[in-house]
């Protein structure tokens, strides 16, 4: 069955004020998961764990049961295999700094690619610095496709200890190849990170069909709260790295001399834990599971191409990796962003004037400026859509945008 818009939309009263189009920054939460924290607070406000009064274990309960809700969401085979972090950043961060740090050795590589994000970077970057390790990156080619040939002579070469990936482009909304370069670092004896901040909340994902060692996404983007994301990680490998951060609520014992760390995976959740954001990330994934990913996949699948044939049509925009004689990207294993620049304007001068419009776009490098730098801009704008935008939102920003592009004339 399709999507029924219009009461998809209910659930957000803020989208009858603007066309939101800035989705892969932060997506817009349904007013079901804003209860749901409130209620919390109101009625079940207590730290998790140990307390044995009623308040504690009702606290308790709905904090482990928004673990099982996410388990099942990427189907992971155990739920202790699902560790709670502050976003997408902290659960690479945890990956760097706790495998890393207790794995990696000087010569041994980091593959990454062009298309990451910044927080899938800087700490491979830090943990170069620390430890010696080398960092490798494979080049995309023109119309933002990895390649592959890069990554097999990388691994050919021995010593690649991860490689990590984005799982969907957060400037351009390609698709890397995520299964083939899995199998492919695995057959070599690398680990995979999956960086699925983006993929999360546009296409389906089973991590025991993956088969990745990590996978990470961050709340906000599946229509949760802010301040809570996802680090997935294999038991065993959780089991074997040192706690990233420690202090109460990791320990089993503590002594003048030393400490054991608890079982997974209270192991990596020192300090207290974003309870009332768990609490509202369950609400949205229950809320975004009820419908159907290929209904989710068609309906946003014609809203990017709606905008690419209304971007293209405006003759002083170039959108990023469209290098085909219609200037037009192949939108194969691409969808939810679309990065484009305009000939004499700058992207922040054209989010500004489509703001006070009500069009909320995004301006800058997108915390991407390797993918920036390969194709020799500072900046570009980002149109970026979620489940409950419409074709409607999209036909007003070419109008605005050629309005934009008058005043600047």
Request: charged content about 25%; proline content about 4%; hydrophobic content about 40%.
């Amino acid at each position: 069955m399709s999507l029924d818009l219009a009461k998809i939309r209910l659930q957000f009263p803020i989208l009858s004020e603007f066309a939101y189009l800035d989705n892969a920054a932060t997506a817009q939460t349904p007013q079901i998961a804003i209860d749901a924290v409130s209620d919390f607070y109101e009625d079940s406000n207590a730290n998790v764990h140990r307390g044995l009064h009623p308040l504690a274990e009702k606290a308790t309960e709905a904090y482990e049961d928004a673990r099982q809700a996410i388990s099942k969401f990427i189907n992971s085979k155990y739920s202790e295999e699902i560790i709670f972090t502050s976003g997408t950043t902290e659960s690479i961060n945890l990956v760097a700094r706790s495998l890393g740090e207790s794995e990696l050795k000087e010569g041994d590589k980091i593959v990454l690619t062009v298309l990451e994000h910044h927080s899938n970077i800087t700490p491979w970057l830090q943990l170069k610095n620390r430890t010696g390790a080398e960092v490798s990156w494979i080049d995309i080619d023109d119309e933002g496709n990895l390649k592959m040939d890069e990554l097999d002579s990388i691994l050919d070469e021995g010593n690649v200890s991860l490689v990590s990936v984005t799982g969907l482009s957060n400037v351009i909304g390609v698709r890397p190849p995520i299964e083939e370069i899995i199998k492919k670092a695995h057959a070599k004896g690398a680990k995979v990170l999956i960086d699925a901040a983006q993929l999360a909340a546009h296409h389906k994902i089973d991590v025991q069909k993956l088969d990745c060692d990590f996978l990470a996404f961050s709340g906000h983007k599946v229509y949760g709260p802010m301040g809570i994301g996802v680090l997935y990680g294999k038991k065993d490998l959780l089991e074997s790295m040192p706690p990233f951060q420690t202090g109460g609520g990791m320990i089993r014992s503590v002594s003048a001399e030393s400490f054991t760390c608890a079982d997974l995976p209270e192991k990596f959740e020192a300090g207290t834990p974003p309870v009332a954001e768990a609490v509202g990330l369950k609400t949205a994934i229950d809320w975004l599971s009820q419908f159907d990913w290929k209904d989710i996949e068609e309906h946003e699948g014609k809203l990017i191409e709606l905008a690419i044939k209304e971007l293209t049509s405006i003759n002083s925009l170039t959108i990023l990796c469209s290098k085909t004689e219609n200037r037009k990207p192949k939108t194969e294993n691409r969808s939810s962003s679309i990065g484009f620049t305009i000939d004499g304007v700058h992207p922040h001068d054209l989010t500004d004037i489509l703001g006070e419009k009500g069009i909320c776009l995004r301006a800058g490098h997108h915390c991407a400026q390797p993918l920036h730098e390969r194709f020799n801009v500072e900046a570009s704008t980002r149109l970026s859509i979620g489940i409950y935008n419409t074709e409607e939102e999209i036909l007003k920003v070419k109008p605005a945008i050629e309005e934009a592009i008058r005043v600047f004339e």
